[in-house]
């Protein structure tokens, strides 16, 4: 049986970014859109980068139910992961330019 994660133990699991998150959202027509997606941890935020008007983006702001799974090992015996599951947020910031933030970053995606 798997064991349980500490808080602490998927906080320090985050950090080390042992590889893409997959975000999993809701499409239009009701089955699941998996992509894989950078990530950061803001205390207990998630945020993920990506551009405006994409399909995870247009899926979150019509449902903003998803999930998030990361895992890392390469055995049954050492495998370990996290699905974290909530509401998402997109925030634009198509009102800046890219050299203003030094990234080609347009939305943030926000799970807390």
């Known amino acids: 049986m798997p064991g349980k994660m ?3 133990e998927v906080d320090a699991f ?3 970014k ?3 998150m997959m975000l999993t959202s809701l499409g239009k027509d009701g089955y699941p859109h998996t ?3 950078g990530y950061f ?3 207990d935020r998630i945020l993920m980068g990506c551009r405006d008007n994409t399909q995870k983006t247009l899926n979150i702001e019509r449902n903003p139910k998803v999930s998030l799974v990361i895992e890392d090992g390469t055995s049954m015996a050492d495998i ?3 699905m ?3 509401d998402a947020t997109t925030v634009s910031y198509t009102h ?3 050299h203003e933030t030094g990234r080609n970053l347009v939305c943030r995606l926000l799970l807390e």
Request: a positive charge; proline letters at 8%; charged letters at 40%.
């Open 6 to 8: 500490t808080k602490e």
């Open 14 to 16: 985050l950090d080390s």
């Open 18 to 20: 042992p590889g893409w």
């Open 35 to 37: 992509v894989p997606i």
């Open 41 to 43: 941890r803001d205390r």
């Open 80 to 82: 370990r992961g996290i």
């Open 84 to 86: 974290l599951r909530g």
């Open 96 to 98: 800046l330019r890219a």
